[in-house]
C-alpha cells in the first residue's frame, strides 16, 4: 500500500489565522488530493494535483488554496480560517504510474484542524 | 458532477450473517467504483474495487456487484464476524486522468455478537 503522511496530525487555529496542511507521499504517484470529513459524512473533495506544479479546484474549493511543489509534497492552504472549516482534512495520493493501476487513492492518516 | 447516492446508512446485523450495501450513481462515464472501510479514528483503506469491464468482483468474505445498465453497484460481505464493524463507503470516479472519486455518504455497519 502506498505511503502517504501528513502533518501535523493535530491543530488549533485561531479564526483569521492561516493554516497550511502538508501531505507527502513517497511512492511516485502523479495525483494527490485533499478532502475533508465532516462527522458522519463522507468526504468531499477539496483540490486535487496532477503532478508538480498543477492544482485543480475540486468540489468545495472556496476558502482553500493548494501547493504542489514537487511530486512528493502537496500542501492545503486555509489564508482565513473560519470555524466552519473545522473538520478532518484527508490528503490521498493515485492515478497512474509507470508499470502502475491507474485509479486506486490511498489516504494518509488525516489531520484534526479546530479553528477557534 | 458526479453524484453517488448510498444506502442504508446504519446497518446492523447478525454475526455470520451478511451484509449488504447499495450505490447508484449518474455520471455513465464512470468506470471505477472501489470500496473502502473506516475503523473510528482511523483513514479510509480501500477493500475491494470493480471496474466497469467486470459484472462482479470477489476478494474472500467480499463480493461487489455492478449494474451498469441501471447504475447500480453494491457490497456483500458475508458472514459477517465483528472485525466487520465499521463505516463503509462506495465511490464512483468520473473519468479521465484526474482519478477523481465522489464518496458516498457512508453505511455505519455493527455486527451484534
Known amino acids: 500500500e502506498a505511503a502517504v503522511t501528513q502533518s501535523p496530525r493535530n491543530k488549533v487555529a485561531v479564526t483569521g489565522g492561516k493554516v497550511t496542511l502538508s501531505c507527502n507521499q513517497t511512492?511516485?504517484?502523479?495525483?494527490m488530493y485533499w478532502y475533508r470529513q465532516d462527522t458522519g459524512h463522507g468526504l468531499r473533495l477539496i483540490h486535487y494535483?496532477?503532478?508538480?506544479?498543477?492544482?485543480e479546484k475540486g468540489d468545495i474549493p472556496d476558502g482553500y488554496k493548494a501547493s504542489r511543489p514537487s511530486q512528493e509534497n502537496f500542501s492545503l492552504i486555509l489564508e482565513l480560517a473560519t470555524p466552519s472549516q473545522t473538520s478532518v482534512y484527508f490528503c490521498?495520493?493515485?492515478?497512474?504510474?509507470?508499470?502502475?493501476?491507474?485509479?486506486?487513492?490511498?489516504f494518509g492518516p488525516g489531520t484534526r484542524l479546530t479553528v477557534l | 458532477g458526479e453524484q453517488v447516492e448510498q444506502l442504508p446508512s446504519i446497518l446492523r446485523v447478525q454475526e455470520g450473517s451478511s451484509a449488504s450495501i447499495n450505490c447508484s450513481y449518474e455520471?455513465?462515464?464512470?468506470?471505477?467504483f472501489p470500496w473502502y472501510k473506516q475503523e473510528p479514528g482511523e483513514n479510509p483503506k480501500l477493500i475491494i474495487d470493480?471496474?466497469?469491464?467486470?459484472e462482479r468482483k470477489q476478494i474472500q468474505e467480499l463480493i461487489v456487484l455492478l449494474d451498469k445498465k441501471a447504475k447500480r453497484f453494491s457490497l456483500h460481505i458475508t458472514d459477517t464476524q465483528p472485525g466487520d464493524s465499521a463505516m463503509y463507503f462506495c465511490?464512483?470516479?468520473?473519468?479521465?486522468?484526474?482519478?477523481?472519486?465522489?464518496f458516498g455518504e457512508g453505511t455505519q455497519v455493527t455486527v451484534i455478537s
Open positions: 494535483s496532477y503532478g508538480a506544479g498543477s492544482t
Open positions: 465511490a464512483a470516479n468520473t473519468g479521465g486522468l484526474s482519478g477523481k472519486l465522489t
Open positions: 455520471d455513465s462515464a464512470s468506470n471505477y
Open positions: 511512492n511516485n504517484h502523479n495525483n
Open positions: 490521498a495520493s493515485g492515478g497512474a504510474r509507470l508499470g502502475g493501476r491507474r485509479y486506486e487513492q490511498y
Open positions: 470493480i471496474r466497469s469491464n467486470m
